[in-house]
């Protein structure tokens, strides 16, 4: 218990505050398929979490547990105190962007904008300045009067986000809102989303299976497989520090290998080749491992020769990436890639000193 506690915990306790979203134990069935295993997490309020992973993982299905769109089979969710698992989807506080837009062809920009400001809450001259001022927010005030039809991806899928931030709602939630789009634009949009968020300061949910966006834009990252959740974390502990092996070889880029626990503590034995390895101690002799390396912690040349466990290794490929070049690289049946800048690749062909530093070496016990 830290000094602080101890001196007043009460104090402390109440300073912590409660989360805005809390998903306890959800599962869903179809029929005999389970789509989601009692999966658990929070979400502060003013977050901006990503759930991440395969198809089928069950991230869409996650989502719409949370929308009241598909209800969960068993298990809790509790929205800004209130529980909501068993109300229907009007009846909860958020809004929704889809990856269709589903915006509505006969209705311009602002007509779709302004769809769900109905009733006493929004009169006629509260409406227009709601709509006038989320067109400016998205930056489309001069497409107002335009229908859906001539307006590009981008454009359309600002006026899907202004109809979801309409109402004010607590809670934003996006269903792979950026796939439909190119690339360019989704990264421009992408950026966008995420200042608007900051600026608004509303809790946000997105759906993706796109890494880059996940951990781009994310306070935090739910990496799921196969209707479980892998792990939660900020982009740097999911990329640095993964829970699973399936987690080290979705994330990022990265070279995969079997090897064994060494007689020797902190050694692993991998095609041939003895390594360093402090993950390993604790592990039994024998014990067989997955290991995974990401391709910029590989080193070459004089900087692998001056590492304990560095080995030879032939250049078999090389991709220019642009800034970096991805050397692919082969020792005996290991198959590694490095990342090195352009001019410093070694030639096609060409042996080179190679070495995987101890303390960037990931290692997972294998399941027998």
């Not at 929070?42 to 009241?68: Q, Y």
């Not at 068993?74 to 990856?99: C, E, H, K, N």
């Not at 095609?271 to 067989?288: D, H, I, M, N, S």
Request: proline residues 7%; glycine residues 10%; aromatic residues 6%.
């Amino acid at each position: 218990m830290s000094a602080g506690l101890a001196e007043a915990p009460g104090a402390a306790l109440a300073a912590a505050p409660a989360p805005y979203l809390v998903v306890d134990q959800v599962s869903k069935s179809f029929g005999t398929f389970r789509a989601l295993e009692r999966a658990s997490l929070t979400v502060g309020a003013g977050e901006f979490v990503s759930f991440l992973g395969p198809s089928g993982c069950g991230k869409t299905t996650l989502l719409r547990a949370i929308a009241g769109l598909d209800p969960a089979t068993s298990g809790r969710i509790v929205q800004d105190g209130r529980d909501i698992t068993g109300l229907p989807p009007s009846a909860r506080d958020f809004g929704i962007v889809f990856q269709s837009y589903a915006l509505f062809p006969n209705l311009n920009v602002s007509e779709n904008i302004a769809y769900g400001l109905r009733g006493k809450a929004w009169p006629r001259s509260r409406r227009q300045q709601r709509v006038a001022e989320l067109l400016t927010l998205v930056g489309l005030a001069d497409q107002a009067t335009k229908y859906p039809a001539q307006l590009s991806g981008g454009q359309q899928q600002r006026v899907a986000l202004a109809r979801a931030l309409a109402n004010e709602p607590g809670l934003l939630l996006l269903d792979e809102p950026l796939s439909a789009l190119d690339a360019i634009v989704r990264l421009h949009l992408r950026q966008e989303i995420r200042a608007l968020q900051r600026r608004l300061g509303v809790t946000t949910v997105m759906v993706t299976h796109d890494q880059e966006e996940a951990m781009g834009v994310s306070d935090r990252v739910v990496v799921m497989s196969r209707g479980r959740i892998e792990q939660i974390g900020t982009p740097e502990a999911i990329y640095r520090h993964p829970a699973t092996a399936f987690v080290a070889g979705f994330v990022g880029r990265s070279s995969h290998f079997d090897a064994v626990v060494d007689a020797t503590p902190g050694m692993l034995r991998a095609e041939g080749l003895v390594l360093p390895c402090p993950a390993t101690r604790g592990l039994l002799f024998g014990t067989q491992v997955s290991t995974y390396i990401r391709p910029e912690d590989v080193r070459l040349g004089p900087q692998a020769q001056a590492l304990p466990g560095h080995f030879v290794a032939q250049v078999t490929h090389v991709e220019f990436l642009g800034p970096i070049c991805r050397v692919s690289l082969e020792a005996g049946r290991l198959r590694l890639e490095a990342d090195v800048h352009p001019s410093l690749v070694p030639a096609v062909g060409s042996d080179v000193m190679a070495a995987l530093p101890e303390d960037r070496l990931l290692v997972f016990p294998q399941d027998v």
